[in-house]
């Protein structure tokens, strides 16, 4: 139970805190406030412009009240609408948020349903071909920067065939066909390097576990590979990935700027980096928030589940 | 892995890097040579590349122009062209333009040869991102040594700060940094030029989380340790005990995470480059040519995006398996999850 | 100095900076031309929209109905059907709110928004502006006072009814607009004709004969007054533009689409053809180019070079190309800046001597484009195939006029060059870099501007050289607000006059034309002013551009309407570039 209270307090504090600096950011832009002033009044901004916009974005108040009317408006949903196209930041945020959230979902999927299976052979016959080809691969992936991976697919795929439409056309989960095409491609490149980093966790943990003295018993009694394998084996082993695995949900979602950015889909990375090019920076605090918030919730989760499942890791913790 | 500065968070990165397992494997020592030789020359290209002579020098790297010793040669027209081996590649016709084929990586489309680009870049990136790492470690060393040492409410206060730092998505925070050190409304005539500083100030800020939670946790481990008990009963001073006890035995996983941590940064800064935040133009980093060249790149013109991504590649490799020949050795795993 | 209401200027900076940035960065994807701009080009052109826009003829207009490509004579044979949709890639996003005052609109935005609103008048394929949906626009003996009658039996999307109130209140409202109100600063007064109320008198402060050329483009778009009022105050009603035009508003999604629906009561019969329209933004071009051939959309519009050389040896996608009245690509440089060396006319026209605009066109343009000698385009008034400005590098000539300025003003020469992220661009800067090193400047340093910025830094005069496009248009007039000195305004302050020209000579010229109403003393004075500016090298010029409206091969009837006096009417119908959808439709295969 003080697990849990400890880890809502260090939670909400880095809630304050988060949303505490977001909001008074605008403050420390090099060139002054004058700068989102000038950005949303144009040039030549007369006094009574500048003290209008400067009251409605809270600048003229303390820090304090400017975070209390920030909050206010964040917690009531009043998030207002953006600068220059006179969008609704809500809105806008509504719709890039589950784009990037399938991004995420598939990616994990795609890249655990290969990582698991090539882990555990390649942790079985360490050392052989297999093992060999896997990990020289999985390094190679690892070291493949995204902006790399995400042309030539494209090149492969939406211009040499022309299998799949570039850019990518949003389709919601209503029309599979397209849908998929939409997300194959960018899925494709997140996860590569997911999984060769689920791969090489996997497989070093299981390597280590198969060394122990209880699969020593287990193989000394006779108990068959398979259930060695997948019974004894795996399920110790499975700490550092899913931890990994765990804290990727948090980090995916605002994390894939890049293939977004490349292949055109408006998620959550795309909107915040359109916005702080545009310098909409209403927009880019409420992203940054957003995407703070599943981060830091998801962890909390992940940490409170993980205490519940293991009573060592309560203690573990303390150690860090 | 090094790709996700954008996928996953460094510290998870870095333990899936750095998962090595327990037995020793008998990692051949011809591919360490190999490494360390190809990054020996990256890194000798790189400081040396003003004088070396199979670096041709783009009369934009230097401010006098009268310094450079080669020129634009020729027509404009077809200065594109593909490397001297690449027998496959249909450079278009050439009219009277010297050999259609040239250079070990051909040249861009400003005619500059990309094998010097790639070297001049290698200067530019390797100093981002070294400057970067050295910065995090500083700063994260120290943090991470306080935290773990002193414990009590530094390590607290310490603790929290990483992770409020950690909750904000890391490349966003690297965008935003670099793009709001830029003052769009200065009236001054256009000659605010991008400069290095808010690159290396993102990924230093970028690379501290991390750093400071691996130290601290090698520190609580090595604080338990009978030889700092022993220093600490024989009344030494904490400052000494840090530095002469704990920081050593420290070092092996910082270097090792270090070298990582700077392939990670390199590709960063590679990603800044693709949204277009690297430094002033026509200075070349890496991540710089290669997301200039994807536009040729889907026009069939292969070679301005391909080659800087193979040395890009080749160089992350090199630095990743070095990473991981020294965790191997120092067999730092339990430190860190 | 203009009269910048609060609010409208407010909208208007901010809708400049998204739209403008938006074009960068449509105009990002390499869709230039030669060393033409990113960003702020089409903006800045719609800026002044009914001014600068004018553009658009057919080619060659070889076959009457040819401005396909494609098999020009089986075209008169085909008969268009209704039914159909169509989707278009364009090249930025087009950006909301759409109240015609207060729009910046880039190409792409009037491309979308053209068929909602209708202009007052249209070009026919002589360059006259005919009435369209004014019924008449008549002035007066000397070309103080002009009336222009609303045409009868038009209503508005939402039923209120077209008459002389409605285009009183537009323009009133267009003249409040930071930039249409510059395009209409000679306007004085307009009241709705006491004796009919169809009917909207002009009066203007002084001869304005040019005055029908302005009411072809973003300054006669004709919005409902009644969604006008209501949405004053209705931020996000501001956003669902109702008009008279042959399509209706549906539906927006930022950076996805703008669709809309046909109008089955357009007062223009037999238009419009399509039941449905979607507009997708696509920057890069090579994506847009990728998203035709599979199929994903059924046009697009294009300045990209490589793209339309490719297009047009393809004859999977026939592809009508539109460069009259084009605009021009070009390097604007700031020419009174204080301090800064290209206050004297030997270093500007150094840079231009140094400059090989022909191998730009050549190497990144794929060869598409005709090296520009001015600002105006081979049916331009004014053209002129040699207009003194140099045409063809000659670097010892550019060295020498350096070397002269150098021997009266010693110390470093260093120059800025300003361009947008688009690599393309940055190829280009980085050629004009290393030409003007070797003309003997010192040190070029070269300024990456993100797109959102790009705009914002012309307008503000924070520059030294830029890249540009610009100065399409039937009309000298039309070209008015960005060489007179009355637009140009110190450094900081926003003004259309980017490069901040102060030249009496060309105030002269451009006062002269607005009040003539003579051919060819107007064609005289256009030529006068090509030639000063070859003496003066205010610019750079570079290429005239050339769009390229590739489409699937069963798309038909692109730039081929009739206006309602029976006359054929230009492609560009007024906006450079852009062309009406109404007369589109599809089948015939």
Known sequence: MRYFVNRLIQLLIVIFAVTFLTSIALRFLPGGSDVVVALKTGPGTTPEQAKAVKHELGLDRSLIGQYIQWMKDFLTGNWGYTFQTNQSIKSAIAAALPISIYIMIYAQILSLLFAVPVAIWSAYRQGGKFDRIGTTTAFGLLSAPNYIVAPVLMAAFCVQRKWIPYPSVYAGIDDPVAHFKAFVLPVVTVAIPLYAGYMRLLRADMIATLQSDFITTARASGVGTRSILFKHALRPSLFSIVTSAAVNIGALVGGVVIVEQFFLLNGMGRLTVESIFRREYPTVQYCVVVLALIYVVVNFVIDIAYAWIDPRVRAGRALG | MTVALTEMPVPVQVSAMMATPPKHRRRGRFTMWIAIAWLAFITISAIGANWLPYIKHSCSQYPNPKQCSTHVIGDLRKIEKPPAWAWFAHPEKNIGNGPERTGIFGTDRNGYDLFSRAMFGARNSLLIGFLSITFGLLFGTFFGMVSGYYRGWADRVIEVMTNILLAFPALLLAIFIVTFSDNPNSTSSANDTRSIGPIILALSILAIPPLTRLVRANTIMYSQREFVIAARSIGAPNKRILFREILPNIVPTLLSFALTGLALLLVAEGALAALGLSVEAPLPTWGRMISSGQERLRQGIWWPALMPAIVMFLTILCINLLGDILAERFNTREAIA | ?589
Not at chain 3, 50 to 57: G, H, I, N, S
Not at chain 3, 123 to 145: H, R, W
């Open chain 3, 1 to 589: 100095m203009v009269h910048i209401r609060q609010r409208s200027s407010r909208r208007l900076i901010a809708a400049a900076l998204v739209s403008l940035g938006l074009v960068a960065v449509a105009c990002g994807g390499s869709d230039k031309n030669s060393s033409s701009v990113t960003a702020g080009t089409t903006a800045g052109t719609t800026a002044a929209a009914p001014e600068t826009t004018a553009a658009a003829t057919a080619t060659t207009a070889a076959a009457p109905t040819g401005t396909e490509a494609a098999a020009p004579t089986t075209e008169a044979a085909l008969k268009p059907v209704a039914g159909g949709s169509i989707v278009m890639g364009i090249e930025a996003d087009t950006s909301s709110p759409w109240r015609p005052s207060e729009m910046l609109c880039a190409i792409s935005c009037h491309q979308v928004i053209r068929n909602i609103y209708d202009t007052l008048a249209m070009p026919n394929d002589k360059g006259v502006p005919t009435p369209y949906l004014a019924e008449s626009i008549t002035p007066n003996a000397d070309f103080t006072q002009w009336t222009i009658k609303a045409r009868a039996g038009v209503t508005f999307h939402d039923g209120t009814p077209f008459d002389g109130a409605a285009i009183a209140d537009n323009l009133t409202r267009a003249k409040t607009g930071a930039l249409t109100g510059n395009v209409l600063r000679p306007v004085d007064t307009i009241t709705v004709d006491p004796a009919d109320p169809m009917s909207v008198i002009l009066k203007m402060n002084t001869p304005w004969a040019a005055f029908p050329y302005s009411l072809m483009g973003q300054a006669a778009y004709m919005a409902s007054p009644t969604w006008l009022a209501a949405s004053d105050n209705d931020d996000a009603l501001k956003s669902q533009p109702v008009g008279t035009g042959p399509f209706i508003y549906e539906s927006y999604v930022p950076n996805e689409s703008f669709k809309m629906k046909k109008n089955p009561n357009y007062w223009n019969k037999p238009y419009p053809y399509l039941d449905s329209l979607e507009f997708r933004p696509i920057p890069d071009a090579l994506n847009r180019r990728d998203a035709l051939k599979s199929g994903t959309i059924d046009l697009l519009h294009t300045t990209n070079g490589e793209t339309i050389a490719e297009m047009r040896d393809t004859k999977e996608f026939p592809m009508v190309e539109i460069n009259n009245q084009a605009e021009t690509g070009y390097t604007l440089l700031h020419v009174t800046q204080d301090g800064s060396p290209l206050q004297d006319a030997r270093v500007r026209c150094a840079l231009a001597y140094a400059s090989d605009e022909q191998s730009i066109i050549d190497t990144i343009s794929a060869g598409v484009g005709q090296l520009a000698s001015g600002p105006f385009a081979p049916d331009q008034a004014g053209y002129l195939a040699d207009s003194g400005y140099p045409l063809k590098q000659d670097m010892g000539k550019a060295q020498d006029l350096i070397a002269q300025y150098k021997a009266e003003h010693p110390g470093p020469l260093k120059l800025s060059l300003a361009t947008t992220q688009d690599e393309t661009n940055l190829t280009i800067a980085q050629f004009q870099k290393q030409w003007f090193e070797e003309a003997g400047i010192d040190e070029v340093t070269i300024d990456q501007i993100d797109q959102g910025n790009y705009i914002l830094t012309a307008v503000l005069g924070n520059f030294q050289v830029f890249q540009w496009r610009n100065h399409g248009g039937w009309d000298l007039d039309q070209q008015y607000i960005w060489w007179h000195s009355s637009s140009s305004l110190p450094v900081g302050q926003l003004a259309l006059n980017f490069g901040r020209i102060k030249d009496p000579d060309l105030d002269k010229l451009l006062d002269q034309n607005r009040a003539s109403n003579d051919p060819a003393e107007k064609k005289t004075i256009a030529e006068d002013v090509n030639k000063l500016f070859a003496k003066q090298c205010y610019n750079i010029w570079g290429a005239y551009t050339i769009w390229g409206i590739p489409h699937k091969a069963d798309v038909q009837g692109i730039g081929d309407f009739t206006l309602p006096d029976g006359t054929k009417g230009a492609d560009g119908a007024g906006i450079a570039g852009t062309f009406p959808m109404m007369s589109v439709w599809r089948g015939g295969q």
